[in-house]
């Protein structure tokens, strides 16, 4: 038999097939899915996740970050806010919640601005893409990062399953050729 075909075979069946082609295939996937990650704002998605960025900052800062969903009631207490923002990019860090939170200002325009938040605490990462105008903001996508739990966990079971039925078939393969290659007994004088 060739002798690639018998360390093909041997690296197939070996005990750590499945530990290393499970880590491979799950970064794989995880950078598939991240590149491809991105979708439009749908009315059904959770407002609570999806951030942006707005003027005057709290406590020193010259940006603060709040969520869709707290936009309502800092309205109704006519809290001012400026969603339009003076640099083209800034960065804080968030203590109170362990995150990251970084904005880069895409497009301005006469009308408002185009804006992504990168918001990330260590599990997750998700960019919220939208249009600001001096008093508001209309969400246009979300985008989640590779360290997200949202794109891993698909990606981990996908490949678990996959890297597993491979795992059984090259067990399968080992035994029928190890039963073919094995020579007859031979007979005892």
Known sequence: ????VKVLILVLASGWFV???CS????VLAQFEAAGSERPWAPE?????FRVVAQPGEDNTSFRVLTLAELPGLKAKQVPLNFLMDQGSGRIEDSAQHARVGYRVLARTPAGQEIEVDYE???DQLFSRYRATASGVEPLSTRYGPIS???LMPAMFSSF???LLIY???RIAKFALRKRLTPPPSPRP
């Open 1 to 4: 038999m060739n002798r690639y």
């Open 19 to 21: 530990p290393v082609s």
């Open 24 to 27: 491979t295939a799950t970064a």
């Open 45 to 49: 998605q959770r407002p609570q996740r």
């Open 121 to 123: 605490d260590g599990d």
């Open 149 to 151: 739990r949202g794109i």
């Open 161 to 163: 399953i996959l890297a």
């Open 168 to 170: 059984v078939v090259a």
